[in-house]
């Protein structure tokens, strides 16, 4: 039984290998947004194996002020009034933070436009590609594809591909919304993203 118990040194060097980890892993958070990394490993591509990357960042959508993220380019036709807006195009080009206020460190961008694509309620058609800027994340990007049912508390919209270090990607992101005001239109998301990719 005496065996079994791990003499002090043991411990000593075990919780300062688990601190190093906890230490790395926050590290990577505030750097790249990067929750998790590297849990359930599957496939091998070459050399690489398939993990699964959780990222989490903060997606501002401004209409209002001298540069807005977002514009409308396509309004219904006057003919065609619904309540939910439908057939409304907009584009955006909005900033990625690693915290909820637009002043926190940029990650990436946003790029791509949603339609309201619901007559009965306020869903809308999202295509997007996430472009990260940095550190090893620098210049890849993930392509989003799905609805986005905005007054549901938690959205699901599938990862459908990606490039550079997200090449393979598959996946989905959650997302929230964390801010919204009715009079302008601002808004702004927590995104939580699943990844799987080499
Ligand atoms: C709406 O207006 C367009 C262009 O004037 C016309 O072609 C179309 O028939 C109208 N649709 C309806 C439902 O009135
Ligand atoms: C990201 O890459 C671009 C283009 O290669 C470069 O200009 C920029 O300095 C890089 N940013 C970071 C934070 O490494």
Request: charged share 20%; with cysteine; glycine share 8%.
């Amino acid at each position: 039984m005496a065996s079994r118990i791990l003499p002090i040194s043991k411990i000593a060097i075990l919780s300062l290998f688990i601190c190093v980890a906890l230490v790395s892993a926050d590290k990577e958070e505030e750097e790249y947004g990067l929750v998790r990394d590297g849990d359930d490993k599957k496939h091998f591509l070459g050399h690489k194996m398939e993990k699964l990357s959780h990222f989490r960042f903060y997606w501002h959508d401004t209409y209002s002020g001298k540069n807005p993220s977002a514009v409308t380019i396509v309004k219904p036709p006057a003919n065609h009034t619904t309540m939910t807006g439908f057939g409304t195009v907009t584009a955006f080009d909005d900033p990625l933070t690693a915290k909820p206020e637009l002043s926190s460190k940029l990650l990436g961008r946003a790029e791509g436009f949603y339609a309201v694509s619901s007559q009965e309620e306020f869903s809308l058609l999202i295509a997007m590609n996430f472009v990260f800027l940095q550190g090893k994340y620098n210049g890849s990007t993930i392509s989003i594809f799905g609805r986005n049912r905005v007054p549901d508390k938690v959205r699901e919209l599938p990862v459908i591909g990606g490039s550079g270090l997200f090449r393979f990607a598959r996946g989905y992101a959650q997302v929230s919304t964390y801010s919204y005001d009715t009079a302008s239109g601002d808004a702004v998301a927590e995104y939580n993203v699943y990844l799987l990719h080499y």
